[in-house]
């Protein structure tokens, strides 16, 4: 099982850096980038990835009343 977590765990971390690098590349001043999906699938993570690679000024809204 824990060689099936590893594996699980390479596989997103590739896809996240593939995925930011894309994204990244589309990036445009004074737009708006939306990330959604299911539940549990990366997408903190993938913003994440995002926000260490750009050095820019950025808003979040997480749709939580805090």
Known sequence: MLKLRQIH???MNYLVRELS?????ELQTNK???V???RRIGKTVLVKEIL?????????LNGKNE
């Not at 260490?52 to 979040?60: A, G, I, W, Y």
């Open 36 to 38: 959604f999906g299911a």
């Open 52 to 60: 260490d690679k750009v050095n820019e000024p950025v808003l979040t």
């Open 32 to 34: 708006v980038v939306i």
């Open 9 to 11: 765990d390479d596989i």
């Open 21 to 25: 690098e894309t994204i990244i590349k």
